[in-house]
């Protein structure tokens, strides 16, 4: 009410908010970070065109892994679970995320698929996204590390062409180099094109067929795992210092 | 194409503000977009104006206001020019970039409280 007049009348306020659009996203995304690292699981999101070879990686990450690693994932996908079902029998548990007409994956899709998953007792947990180059780069998952998978097909000049996907990336894997002799494609300039777009240009070439830079991934992921907070014993029961996983 | 999604929870974060002021209308809504935000203003737009009708926004205006991605060396301060590689060389340091630049933030919302 208007207080000088008492006339009824309302005031016009403008409220100052400076705050994220995505704060809603950003905060489930906070909570699946804190259950992943309480229980010492490494969570990467897995990003890049649908065929860039994010499936293929994963498949060639549990041959490379020779059951040193307990793996897991979830993978988004409008409208099948194909992608799962390969990573099952891959050795790798899955859970599609069926998006529909969602182009990415949110924090809350991601929390809502851990239910009965048993996601606590992996040392690997691949998140991998829907196939897109634009869409789920905004979207903060709860991952430790955001990599993305661009295929040396794909052309030269993806990089300058979806820089907030790229920007957004840990590491960037060039795939299915195995087929570089067959196309005119000039791998220096996808780097050059990477170090314009990412300040901290981290990239592996490689091969989910030859294997070519297995190697290198699978170091990489070591040095992810040996960066993750100690785990605290047992971290499930009660008193164990955090709320189980509901 | 995700605008629809953020349009959705820019209303339901106004719908909070309006029940919690019980505001009785919404003039405007001022939303800054990042050139690195992900999102495109235009579509934003389109979203945004499909999306209000029956919602607290329906008579808001939206206003956009567009940062540019800007890049400096957090070392000696150079500003790297759009499209060079993201380093100082001389320093030898990653680039930075300038707050705002990869963000999407719904800045203000004037609304008519009693």
């Known amino acids: ?246 | 194409m995700h605008e629809y999604s953020l349009v959705q929870s820019l209303v339901d974060r106004v719908e909070t503000l309006v029940r919690e002021r019980s505001a009785t209308a919404v003039h405007r809504v001022v939303v800054s977009v990042g050139e690195l935000a992900g999102v495109d203003p235009g579509l934003f737009r389109t979203a945004y104006e499909t999306f209000r009708d029956g919602t607290v926004c329906e008579r808001a205006a939206l206003e956009l206001r567009t940062v540019p991605a800007s890049w400096a060396c957090p070392a000696c301060g150079r500003s790297i020019p759009p499209g060079e590689v993201l380093a100082c060389s001389p320093c030898g340091v990653p680039a930075r970039l300038a707050a705002g630049g990869d963000a999407l933030l719904l800045e203000t919302v004037e609304m008519e409280v009693p």
């Open chain 1, 1 to 246: 009410m208007c207080t000088t007049c008492g006339c009824g009348d309302t005031h016009l306020v403008p409220v100052e908010l400076h705050e994220k659009i995505l704060a809603g996203n950003d905060r489930v995304a906070t909570h699946n970070r804190e259950h992943f690292t309480a229980a010492g699981v490494l969570a990467l999101n897995v990003m890049g065109s649908p065929g860039a070879g994010k499936t293929a990686l994963l498949e060639a990450t549990a041959r490379a892994s020779g059951g040193r690693w307990r793996m897991g994932a979830v993978s988004g996908d409008l409208a099948t679970d194909r992608d799962a079902r390969r990573l099952e029998k891959a050795g790798i548990p899955s859970r599609a995320i069926t998006t529909g007409q969602g182009c990415h994956l949110d924090a809350t899709l991601v929390h809502d698929a851990l239910h009965g998953f048993p996601w606590e007792e992996l040392d690997l947990f691949f998140i991998e996204n829907v196939g897109n180059l634009v869409c789920p780069a905004i979207y903060d998952l709860g991952q430790a590390a955001n990599v993305v998978a661009l295929s040396v097909t794909e052309g030269e000049d993806k990089p300058l062409k979806y820089p907030v996907m790229f920007q957004a990336a840990d590491l960037v894997l060039l795939t299915k180099c195995d087929l570089l002799p067959h196309l005119e494609v000039d791998v220096e300039q996808i780097r050059d094109g990477l170090r314009r777009v990412m300040p901290h240009p981290e990239v592996i070439l490689l091969s989910a067929k030859t294997g070519e830079g297995i190697p290198a991934w699978v170091a990489w992921l070591e040095a992810r795992r040996a960066a993750l907070p100690r785990r605290h014993g047992h971290t499930h029961g009660p008193g164990g210092g955090h709320h189980h996983h509901h």
